[in-house]
């Protein structure tokens, strides 16, 4: 699916470009749910763990959230 092509650009991007955190930065409207899930999958399948940080922006942009996960 479109989705495993994405994990597994977010596990180069771990693995051999060797990024040290991921960032997700989602709106609070169910939809975007998704995002943050397929960012930890890949921290999953990657051979280095790193850190994701979780952002989440209300529909007026405020950040209403902002997790270490």
Do not use: F, H
Not at 10 to 27: E, R
């Amino acid at each position: 699916s479109n989705k495993e092509i994405y994990i597994e650009k977010l596990v180069n991007l771990i693995d051999q470009a060797k990024i040290n955190t991921i960032t997700v930065m989602k709106m609070e409207v169910p939809c975007c749910g998704g995002i943050l899930q397929m960012a930890q999958i890949a921290r999953e399948k990657a051979m280095r763990n790193i850190p994701i940080k979780i952002q989440t922006v209300s529909t007026q942009g405020e950040i209403i959230e902002d997790n270490w996960v």
